[in-house]
Structure formats: structure tokens, C-alpha cells
């Protein structure tokens, strides 16, 4: 019950490839963290930070329409905002479409996987039109360079990031005694108690009301808007020094410095290693993890002062990894990428998409099976547990999506017999088989393969 | 899944020929007959509704003190009874209010504590439970299941994409979104069953898929009817599938069938910033929900109540950005035929510094369990012991307030 490169594909990775082979040892799976992000540069996303001049272009546009409203050029300024919302709009779109791209052909899932976990661990939601289709360009910004390296280097990302500070409300936070507030503003709470709860200790007993107020308190002068993005204001941050789990930070002339003080020591809390090892435990393995293996993560973690690697390291040289196979079910998106994967979806085809299309056959399905895109319900992001996945509802519009989709997508399905090896390999069980050889169309074989308990959990 | 219906499964998968016919997938399934004619509608409102701007304690001399900005646009003609005031973007339930199937319940919460988590807060409140019980599987409105007679699949809804928890449980309920469809050929039921069998998680959501596609006639057994222009109507379908309206229809269908119970959640309540907006965003949700329940369910409007509930309130003060944080007391709402409304239930604590939670937020005063204990104790029959024991562990239970009309 211990490695095989099929359930590390399926298990670590996006699942198997007719293209490409699956890892042959957890050596290669680290290693593809090791070596260089090639798909990255195969299929590009630009960062947030190059949106900029994008959304301040959409920005005049509109104010220019607005003061321009009754005069000649009414209709021309109009048009004017219309296609620079378009503009971005569509480039957000196709930069999105690089993501499926990527986890099709890449040599590398398994960072494509910690790139979702994190992101999700550290979910945003666009706070208006302009941002709403950012997520990509969030993750490559903020998550993408920091998954192989140290937890604190992204949490230091996250926490300067304008989709992060303008999600959970940072950006209107003022310290109630500093100049900014001129006494009519002051704090909001939102981001501080989310930033221990969910990003760093985890909800529990580390920490109480007055801690989240004092880190409150502490972030203040962090704030971002869409045309400038990130900065730290001075005259935001609250006066004087705050206490957190009894460590002082500040007290002279604010500045980021202590704040990255505070999110450096939160990290290598002995909390926080748990919190981050159990939920990537969680993620990857099961819904119940083995404590052992949970210690052991966070024990790595701890003796590589907040690395993340060695973490990754013992999970997967942990046994419980390897027995524990198949407790997970893949999320809509895991199963939708790895779907296209197995049938090797031409990336071409994929870019080439039309915005209907995609909302037909991805976005929408995506939105049925109960994860619709870059829109979670709240800042703890997706559920985990299989039950919360596999419901009626979000089982029909699966099996729905598995029997509809890879036809709009291909001309000729392969034969579902030979499909079922190609995709399952040796998990392909008496079942599938059967079920491979007996459907009466391709088309039903293919979705039938697709909406099996072998392809969707792992 | 039903026992019945599990050993109907079970034996037919084992024999892939079976006939087709003696497939129930394949015929429309009766409803059967269901316990009484009273309906309970449950709210979830995710996010912590800020239950001091919703249902005003204007006659509470703090209250413009504490939310200068937020009382901004308080009127003489959204006031409620003198010391209450509704939020304006409710005013469209002020006939239900008139009509008494509208009430509310000041300063309740739950009995989780000073965490002020969302997550763990809704956990707590569709649980049921008290704060030292350790996160219990099954939810409060399954647990009144098991103690009903004559309980169906079809006697509890739970409605939209969610897996609601308040509804997870040992007593059978169905789970469907209002979008859900199910489009395949008879051989491909048959190889699914197949595929399904030795997995319980997917064998029993695939069966009920299946059982309720085909009972809400929302099934098709042509694997290949979906053109573009279908996947394009189904994808409209989806896009409005999540709105309170929709879930409501939906719910306000299945109570007029054979269904009883129904729950579903509107989320959107966390109003840290810019609360104005955003409440009266949610709001109009919740309040154009209740109606489209009230007009959907016709005469059946008498025999339901409906109780919208949140994980916590909010803090006393408004903070710095025009919203406010986390807090602790909070409001629930009450509507329908059944409820004797008019009313704003609950003891009052007072507003002061002193009478406050940790000096910060409102003081909650009763269990916020105790109103749906007592609709369930008026409209189900059930026993002051079965609620206190195994409905909502650990509630002490007092007089009703005679929230039934």
C-alpha cells in the first residue's frame, strides 16, 4: 500500500495523462517543485500588479463617460468605457484559460495543485466588476512564487496584496487615533481576525478578542486601490505599540517593517504549524488524516524554520498518504482539469475558446457542480470533505457535465475501453471495465468513465 | 435514501438485464401521505446579520450614540411598536407585519461565545447544540425528522447546491438545487448503478439524483439531448439557481406537494464596510423571498412559519468604515400564516456600556434555539424532553411566548 506512480499522479498531481508519464518515485514529485516553472512560461499569465494601467484605463474611461454625459460626445465617451471594459474583460478571460491550459500538459501538477491549495487557504474574491476575473493574476503574484519556498514570504505577499486587502476590508481600516481618521474613522476588524483564524493560528485557543483587535490595530496603514495598487500609509497606522500573544511590535514611526515582524514570529507559531500541516494533510489525503502524520508535517516545518518543502516531504514519505488513497473526492475543478487531461484536450483548443462556450460547457457546469469560479462563499474558501461535494445536486450536474462536455470538445472520443486504461491505469477496476465495453455509444462510455468513484476520488 | 428504497436498489443491481420497466427511475414516483398539514421553513442567513440595524431599538437612548452614521436614515414610518424600528429595506413586509404573520426576536444567540468565528458559529447554529458538545455530525431540523412519524424523502427539502448541515442526518431528507437536472438513456442508469454499487457515498447521492430528477420531472432519458442552446438554457438556469427567489419558489413547490419542511440560506450578511449598502443588498433578498414563499404557497401560507436565523450579531458601536464587526446577541425573524406576529419577542438588555457583551456587543438574553423548539412544540407536537434532550441538547426551554397563532 505504499507509492505507485498512479495514485501519485491522481493523488498529487491532476490525474493521468495519455501524453505524459506519471511520477516514478516521491523524489520526483519534489523534484518538480525543484525544477524550472516551465509551463508558466508555456502558457503565461501576467501578474495583478501588470493589470494596473488596465483598470486605470477602465477607471477614466468611466469618469470621462460620467462627466461627459450631457454633452456631443456623450455617445463616444460611452463607447469609450464600454470597450475598455471589454478590453480587460477579454484578456482576464483568456489569461483564465491559461490555468485549464497548464494543468493539461504540464510536467509539473503537483505545483499546479499547491497553487489552488494555497490560494484557496488564502481565497479572495474580486470585490467589483474590474475584479472579479483577478484571481489568476492574484495567485501568480501572490501564491505561484511562494509554494515551493517559505510559508511567511507568501504570507507577507498576501497580507501586501491589494485583492486580499480590498476583499477583506483592510483598505477602509484607519487607526482611530491617526491623522488619516481626522476622528470621523476608524477600525475594521474584518481582515484581522480572518488573518488569525483562517491564514495563520486557526481558530482555537491561541488566541482571544483582544489579540484580534490589537493585530487590528497593527495592520492599520496597509490599503490598496485599483489604480495604484499596494502602499503603506503612515498616517493610517494607529499610534504606539500592540501586543500580540504577549510580543510587543511598533511603538516608534509605523512601518511595514513591523508588521512583517508580527507575520514572521505568527508563523513559526507551534499553532500554526498544525494549523497549515492539518490542512494540507486535509487536502491531499483525508478528511481524517493520521495525527502522526499531521505531527510529523508540522514537526518538519517547525525544524525548517517555516519552509514549506519539508513539510511536503513528510506528508508524502508518510505511509498514511499512500493507504489513505482514495478517501478524497476532487473538487469540480480537480475533476474537470484532470477530465481534460486524460482526454489530452489540445491546448490550442482550449485558448480558443469562445466566451460562450466556456460559460456553457466550464464556467457553469463548474457553477452546477457547486464551485462556481473565482467565487467561493466566503474567505475560508472551498469545503473539503467528500460529503459536501458528492450531494444529489452536485452528483447530477457532474454526471451531466461527464456525459455532455467531451463531445463539445471532440470531433472523435477515443474508445472508452481504451480510454478507461489510459485514464485509470491499474485503478481501473472490474466496474469500469465493464461499464467501458458495455455502454452503447462512445460518448456514454466516456461519460460513464468520467463520473466512476475510480475518477473521482483519489 | 429510504430502507425501502435500498433494498429495491440492491437487488436490481445485481442483475443488469432486469427489465427496464421494473425500474422506478423510469415511472414518476407517488408521494406519500405526510405527517400533518403544518410547514416550517428555515432560513439560514450566513455571515452574522446585523440584527440592531434590521429590527432598530430606537427607543434605546445609546443607539444613535453608538451608529451615528448607520441611524442616518431612520423615519417615523418604519417604526414597529414605539421603541422598534424596521429597517427601511424591509418595508415591503410591513403588510405581513399589519396582517400579524410578521415578528421578530431581539437579543438571541446562540450559546457560542467570544470566538466570533463564522465558520465555527454556523457550524454551532444548524448543529443545534450547546458550545462544550464537539462538532456533531447531523443538524437540529434532522434531528426533529427522527422523532416525526411517517417521515419520507420527500418530507424535508434541503434547496440549493449546498450540503446544508442543518438537514444532514439518519432521518431521509432530499437535497436538490433548483437547476438540477438528469439526462441519461436507460442503459446508461443501468451501467451507473453498475458503476456505483460497492461506493455508499456515490451509490446513495446517485440513487437520490435519479429518485428526485425523475419525481420533480426535471429528467430526460436521452443521454444526447443537450445541444449548445440546451447547455446554454441550463447554464441560465444555473446562473439563477442561487438567488433567494429561486430557492424559494423551489421550497414554496415541494411544501405544496408533500414536503413539510424546507431550509435553505441566503449569505451575504457580513457588513464590515459600507453597511448601508450592503444590507439593504441582502435584505431585499430575504424580504423578496418571504414574499414569493407567501404567494407561491397560496392557502398554504396559514399553516407555515417561517424563522430566518444568523450564527451571531454584530458589535453595538458601528466601526470605522461604516459597518460593523463581529458581535454576539443578534435578531431572528419570524413570518407566516402560523406565526401570531406583530410582535418583537425577547428581553430587551439595554444598551448602556454596562449592559453590554465584553462592553461591546448586545447582551444575548434568551437561546436563540428556544423559538424554533417552540414552533416544533406547536405545530409538531413535540415534547418539552425531546427538545431539550435530543432536538437542541442542553436547552432550557421556557414558556412559549405564544408565537403561534
Sequence with gaps: ?458 | MSELDRRAFLLRSGALGCSLSASPFLTPVSFASTPGDNRLVVIILRGAMDGLDVVRPYGAPELQEYRPRLMADLTDDTDLDGFYALHPALMGLMPLWRSGDLAFAQAVSTPYRDKRSHFDGQDLLEAGTGQDVLKPRDGWLNRLLQTMPQVTSETAFAVGREDLKLLSGAAPVSSWSPDGRLDLSPQARLLLEQVYHEDPLFRDAGLEALHLAESLGVASDDSFGLSKRDMRLQVNMTAEAGQADTLAQFAATRLNESARIAAFSISGWDTHRAQQRGLQRVLQKLGSAILTLKSELGSNWEHTAIVAMTEFGRTARENGSMGTDHGTGGALILAGGAISGGRVFGEWPGLSERDLYARRDLMPTQDVRSYPAWLMQGMFGLKQAALELSVFPGLKLGRDPGLLA
Excluded at chain 1, 490555468?99 to 488564502?122: K, N, Y
Excluded at chain 1, 486557526?202 to 488566541?207: A, C, E, I, L, T
Excluded at chain 1, 462512445?442 to 468513484?453: A, D, V
Aim: aromatic fraction near 8%; charge should be neutral; hydrophobic fraction near 40%.
Design chain 1, 1 to 458: 500500500m505504499g507509492f505507485s506512480p498512479t495514485k501519485a499522479a491522481i493523488r498529487f498531481g491532476e490525474g493521468l495523462s495519455p501524453d505524459l508519464p506519471p511520477p516514478q518515485s516521491i523524489e520526483d514529485i519534489l523534484g518538480q517543485l525543484a525544477s524550472r516553472d516551465t509551463v508558466a512560461d508555456l502558457h503565461p499569465v501576467p501578474v495583478f500588479s501588470a493589470l494596473l494601467p488596465d483598470f486605470a484605463a477602465v477607471t477614466n474611461a468611466r469618469r470621462a463617460a460620467r462627466r461627459g454625459r450631457d454633452t456631443d460626445d456623450a455617445e463616444a465617451l460611452d463607447d469609450a468605457y464600454r470597450d475598455a471594459r471589454r478590453t480587460l474583460v477579454r484578456s482576464q478571460i483568456s489569461d483564465a484559460k491559461q490555468m485549464f491550459a497548464r494543468s493539461i500538459i504540464t510536467e509539473a501538477p503537483f505545483r499546479e495543485r499547491l497553487v489552488r491549495f494555497w490560494g484557496d487557504h488564502f481565497t479572495v474574491v474580486g470585490t467589483n466588476a474590474m475584479m472579479r476575473n483577478a484571481v489568476p493574476h492574484y495567485l501568480e503574484e501572490a501564491i505561484r512564487p511562494h509554494v515551493a519556498g517559505r510559508f511567511a514570504d507568501m504570507l507577507k505577499a498576501v497580507v501586501t496584496h491589494p485583492m486580499m486587502l480590498l476583499y477583506l476590508d483592510q483598505s477602509s481600516s484607519f487607526g482611530p487615533n491617526s491623522p488619516a481618521a481626522r476622528g470621523r474613522r476608524g477600525l475594521n476588524e474584518n481582515f484581522a481576525r480572518e488573518l488569525l483564524e483562517l491564514h495563520i493560528l486557526g481558530v482555537g485557543h491561541s488566541y482571544a478578542q483582544a489579540d484580534v483587535h490589537e493585530m487590528a490595530k497593527l495592520l492599520t496603514g496597509l490599503t490598496a486601490n485599483a489604480a495604484q495598487g499596494f502602499s503603506f500609509r503612515p498616517n493610517r497606522a494607529e499610534p504606539g505599540a500592540e501586543i500580540i500573544l504577549g510580543r510587543s511590535y511598533g511603538g516608534e514611526s509605523a512601518n511595514l517593517a513591523d508588521i512583517f515582524e508580527a507575520l514572521e514570529n505568527l508563523a513559526l507559531h507551534p499553532t500554526t504549524a498544525n494549523h497549515l500541516a492539518r490542512k494540507l494533510a486535509v487536502h491531499f489525503t483525508s478528511d481524517t488524516p493520521d495525527p502522526a502524520m499531521v505531527d510529523a508535517m508540522a514537526g518538519a516545518y517547525r525544524d525548517a524554520d517555516g519552509a514549506l518543502m519539508p513539510m511536503y516531504n513528510a506528508m508524502l514519505n508518510h505511509r498514511f498518504s499512500w493507504e489513505s488513497f482514495g478517501q478524497k473526492v476532487k473538487q469540480p475543478i480537480d475533476f474537470v482539469t484532470s477530465a481534460f487531461r486524460a482526454l489530452s484536450l489540445p491546448t490550442r483548443s482550449v485558448e480558443r475558446l469562445k466566451l460562450n462556450k466556456l460559460r456553457s460547457y466550464v464556467a457553469g457546469p463548474l457553477s452546477a457542480m457547486g464551485q462556481p469560479l473565482f467565487q467561493p462563499d466566503g474567505p475560508d474558501g472551498w469545503p473539503e470533505a467528500a460529503e459536501d461535494w458528492i450531494t444529489p445536486q452536485g452528483l447530477a450536474a457532474r454526471l451531466q457535465w461527464s456525459m455532455a462536455a467531451p463531445s463539445a470538445f471532440y470531433r472523435g472520443l477515443p474508445d472508452p475501453r481504451g480510454f478507461a486504461e489510459s485514464a485509470l491505469a491499474d485503478l481501473a477496476d472490474d466496474r469500469v471495465r465493464f461499464v467501458a465495453r458495455s455502454a452503447e455509444t462512445r460518448r456514454e462510455g466516456i461519460g460513464l468513465i468520467l463520473s466512476s468513484p475510480a475518477f473521482q476520488r483519489r
